[in-house]
């Protein structure tokens, strides 16, 4: 692994360990990089604030599991990921502070979705505007689906939390598309 990746990696790894002993919000740029044994200027070459870093983490732990796994099982994989790393996850998910991770995750879930919108479309067409307005707003179910779940402290494990919302997602997803498409 290249020094820079590394270097990630170990801020990534601190972050995750300080975020046991206390709320992401409350901890500090210099707390990580103290705990880390790097220096501020570290930090700053690699992210520009502590939310870049959490998306990172995501970003990161999303790609380790694309690689290995088919498209039909990355959601399920990708919930039971962040089972695994509850503590990280529900304060990463529950943080209020700019850039969050619900934003990243918003974002990235839009561009899932638009290909799902795509690819069911198949031949048929629906508009541009559409695609759009049903992309956000299932966007949005499935992150404020995701945040309640963290914010109840992820209570439930991920099978059943895929089994209760996966098919309504898919199901919504293919009527929009049902009704929408020419």
């Known amino acids: 692994m290249p ?29 990580i990089v103290d705990a880390a044994g790097l220096n501020r200027q570290t930090f700053y070459y690699h992210f520009t604030d502590k939310q870049e870093l959490v998306c990172w983490i995501f970003d ?12 039909n099982t990355l959601f399920d994989d990708l919930m039971e990921y962040i089972y695994s790393e ?14 969050n991770l619900r934003e990243h995750i918003y974002n990235v879930g839009c561009s899932w979705v638009t290909n799902k ?4 479309l198949g031949e048929r067409e629906m508009e541009e505007n559409a695609i759009t307005l049903f992309s956000r707003f299932l ?3 499935a992150v404020g689906s995701l945040v309640r779940w963290a914010q109840e402290g992820m209570k439930t494990n991920p099978a059943q939390y895929n089994e209760d919302y996966a098919p309504i ?3 919504y997803l293919e009527f929009l598309v049902n009704k929408y498409s020419k």
């Open 86 to 99: 509850k503590d990280f996850y529900i304060a990463a998910l529950t943080s209020d502070v700019q850039n």
């Open 169 to 171: 997602m898919m199901d």
């Open 3 to 31: 020094k820079p990746e590394l270097t990630k990696k170990l801020l990534a790894d601190t972050l995750k360990k300080l975020v046991s002993q206390k709320p992401l919000d409350k901890i500090s740029v210099g707390e």
């Open 117 to 120: 919108i795509i690819a069911v």
């Open 60 to 71: 990161t732990e999303v790609a380790m599991l694309t690689d290995k796994k088919q498209n």
């Open 139 to 141: 966007s949005n179910a």
